[in-house]
């Protein structure tokens, strides 16, 4: 299934050539993971990240991502998203473009990063995508502010400058950074 490849390599404005993106739908994988090792996953709240783990893991055998330098992979619903470079580090996070960020935490988001004029789960996904970028090295990620020029952001975290884009496609945000990996 997989092989016939039914899964998409997206490709985003102002994000580097060298920085591909794989999207693929959980259903799809969970049917390779039971055509291949005869392994059914089931759906419940409890197994969701330790499923996401799972399916993940297949999708970079699959796509043999193994090699590739640097690597952030995220979930949602039923999608998972992969990013991966050799010459950045790389982070991504995808979400449900409807979901519903609580006001607290849409409070917290734009109080410091509202002159984006962008929507706080756009914003969410900058700060996910950046803080895995980094690692999750340094401060907790609802305290980044984010810089603009243009329609580009960037964040200066631990002496480094973190590109960002984020871009809305079929019903899901994407967060993507990157930081040239010297």
Request: with cysteine; hydrophobic share 40%.
């Given at each position: 299934?997989?092989n ?5 390599k ?5 994000v580097p050539?060298d ?8 259903d799809?994988i ?6 291949k090792y005869?392994?059914d996953?089931?759906y419940?709240?409890?197994s969701?990240k ?9 999708l ?7 090699r590739?330098k640097?690597?952030?992979?995220s979930?949602?619903d ?9 010459n950045?580090l790389?982070g ?8 519903n960020?609580t006001e607290?935490?849409s409070?917290?988001i734009?109080?410091?990063n509202?002159?984006?004029e962008?929507k706080?789960?756009?914003i ?8 895995k970028?980094?690692n ?10 984010f ?5 580009d ?5 631990n ?8 871009h809305?496609?079929n019903?899901?945000?994407f967060g993507?950074?990157?930081?040239q990996d010297?």
């Open positions: 299934m997989l016939n490849r039914p899964f998409k997206i490709n985003f404005k102002n050539a920085i591909d993106i794989y999207v693929v739908s959980n799809i969970t049917a390779e993971l039971k055509l005869g392994f996953i089931k419940s709240s409890d969701f330790k499923n996401s783990f799972i399916r993940s893991r297949l970079i055998e699959i796509l043999d991502l193994t590739s640097n690597m952030s992979i979930h949602t039923n999608i998972s998203a992969i990013t991966v470079s050799n950045y790389v991504i996070d995808i979400e449900n473009s409807f979901r960020l607290k935490l409070k917290r734009l109080d410091k509202d002159f984006l962008i706080p789960i756009q969410w996904t900058l700060m996910e995508s950046s803080y970028c980094l999750g090295k340094g401060k907790h990620f609802l305290k980044y502010v810089n603009k020029k243009d329609k952001f960037f964040l200066l975290e002496e480094k400058r973190i590109s960002s884009v984020t809305d496609l019903g899901y945000t993507i950074s990157f930081i010297n």
